[in-house]
């Protein structure tokens, strides 16, 4: 009974420490199951770059990256917004003349970029002029200028309008860029001729000069004659030979006021009357380009160089 008895007793606690084990597995396998679902969730819904240290790093670096392509774009982009800036800085302070370059600093006589349209004038464009800033007070755009002959001067009316030649050497600026230089500006002209026999440069001054439009044959308006080792042939009162107020012509396009035609006659254009008592477009270095400039220069032969200089005041 006793060993019944005990053995029932001892079977009782058994079954009952058992249960309390398997109470204890059952709920360890719950708890252990829930633990599993829920780092099984909080696992799955992590992207799998953040897992290990290595992605953790790289994932820093990709960030670091970008960071720096922002900060260079940012770079970049001010960078462009700055040279914009100075681009239209450079536009709106584009040299109108040698005057202006003058007065920009620049005191070396010499070939030199200007801009004498507006920029929203359909004829807008730069041109290569030979400025001379040493002569009386410097500053001076160059209209026309004769150093050595290579260029021919017996040119049609496109040619004198849209100009020929290089600044280098011998060149006519073109007479739409002579009316857009004078336009609007009081101007004053500076000839000068120089001799063949290597003697001083002849030269005179005008303080008014203007050149209209094509629609007037960009004719010719120049007065009050100043200082000057050469006589005064263009404004002069001798209403035949004055080149004031006279049209221009070429040998195609006859506007001067002999019966004939003056720069056909003469190989050259210029502001013709019935003709000249001064002409700087003849034939270089020739008997036939008579009266450059009456009386002081009857030949070609005796003229080395010319220029027609212009500034404004
Ligand atoms: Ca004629």
Known sequence: MFY??????????????????????????????????????DISSQPLYENSREDRITAKETEFYY??????????????NSWKKKLDLCRETLPFDCKELYMNGIRKSGVYTIYPWEKTDPDYRPIKVYCDMESEGGGWTAIQRRVNGEETFTRNWTEYKLGFGTPYG??????????????????????????????????????????????????????????????????????????????????????DKYIHNCAAAHLGG????????????????????RSAWYSQYLSGRE???????????
């Open 4 to 41: 019944l008895g005990s053995s029932v007793k001892d079977n009782k606690t058994t079954k009952k420490s058992c249960k309390t084990t398997m109470d204890k597995l059952a709920l360890s396998m719950v708890f252990r199951i829930i633990c599993f679902l829920i780092l099984y969730g």
């Open 270 to 289: 210029w502001w013709f009357n019935r003709c000249h008592s001064a002409f700087l477009n003849g034939l270089w270095h020739s008997g036939d380009w």
């Open 67 to 80: 960071q720096n392509v922002y900060e260079r774009e940012n770079f970049l982009e001010n960078q462009e």
């Open 303 to 313: 003229v080395n160089g010319t220029s027609m200089l212009i500034k404004s005041h």
């Open 170 to 255: 011998d060149y006519w600026i073109g007479n739409e860029a002579i009316h857009q230089l004078t336009t609007g500006r009081n101007s004053s002209l500076y000839v000068t001729i120089t001799p063949m026999d290597g003697g001083v440069v002849s030269f005179k001054m005008y303080h008014q000069f203007y050149v209209f439009g094509e629609d007037q044959n960009y004719t010719l308006q120049v007065a009050n004659p100043g200082s000057g080792s050469l006589d005064d042939r263009l404004v002069w009162n001798d209403a035949d030979f004055k080149t004031t107020g006279m049209q221009f012509s070429t040998f195609d396009v006859d506007n």
